[in-house]
């Protein structure tokens, strides 16, 4: 099966600084990673995704990019706020698994003013 | 639109109680998930419904049963509950499950088995 693999567990920054995540996955046939946002006490909502025929994806301050070859992709997070503040979670979808989607082990950010 | 609703938002159990999660959705969706998240684990996928008439498992369904009621309901019981059960429970819809794509996911349920 997949394994997703996410770095770091822990990031602070400091507001306006810019903020990266990262995930390696071991499916080469994986075609569909997302990203997740959890504020403290709600539930996770889908910020970004990516399909494995682009390279890059970009919305307001927020951007995806994958890399096939060595099959890792990032979320990164320019001019950083304090509600950037939650724990983010990559995804990707296993050969085979189209329905199911393996989830990272989460990142929490923390931007400090 | 409400989304995805479940209840209870909270419970605490004793080892071999039993109790139902609720959940349903307005959004005219196919396919329902039932995911647990553990510190440093992440969300790991308990039973999943592709389309209403139909259950699978997915990567920690020991200890769990679910029921697709309906197009909009699916429902998660802990026939048996223990303390590794112990968890933020949390349900998701999606359009379609091949592939999936956009979770919505309900509010949670924390539950606490004693």
């Known amino acids: 099966g997949e394994n997703v693999e996410q770095h770091p567990s822990t990031l602070s920054v400091q507001e306006g600084d810019s903020a990266v995540i990262k995930c390696t996955y071991s499916?080469?046939?994986?075609?569909?990673f997302p990203w997740y946002k959890q504020e403290l006490g709600k539930r996770p909502q889908l910020i970004i995704d990516i399909r494995s025929n682009v390279g890059e994806k970009k919305d307001q301050r927020i951007a995806v990019t994958l890399n096939k070859t060595a099959k890792h992709f990032s979320l990164h997070i320019t001019e950083t706020q304090p509600e950037d503040s939650a724990v983010y979670f990559c995804a990707a979808i296993p050969t085979g698994g189209g329905n199911k989607l393996t989830f990272g082990t989460g990142t929490q950010l923390k931007v400090e003013l | 639109n409400a989304g995805v609703t479940q209840t209870p938002k909270f419970q605490v159990l004793k080892t071999g109680q039993s109790m139902t999660l609720q959940c349903a959705q307005d959004?005219?969706?196919?396919?329902m998930y039932w995911y647990r998240q553990d510190p440093g684990m992440g969300l790991r996928l308990i039973y999943y419904?592709?389309?209403?008439?139909?259950?699978d498992k997915g990567e920690v369904p020991n200890g769990y049963n679910v029921s697709r009621l309906n197009k909009r309901e699916f429902s998660l019981r802990l026939e048996s509950a223990a303390p590794s059960q112990t968890s933020v429970y949390f349900c998701?819809?999606?359009?379609?499950?091949?592939?999936?794509?956009?979770?919505?996911f309900g509010s949670g349920t924390q539950l606490s088995v004693l």
């Open positions: 419904s592709a389309s209403e008439g139909t259950t």
């Open positions: 499916d080469s046939a994986s075609n569909y």
């Open positions: 959004m005219n969706h196919n396919s």
């Open positions: 998701a819809s999606s359009v379609q499950s091949l592939p999936v794509e956009k979770l919505f």
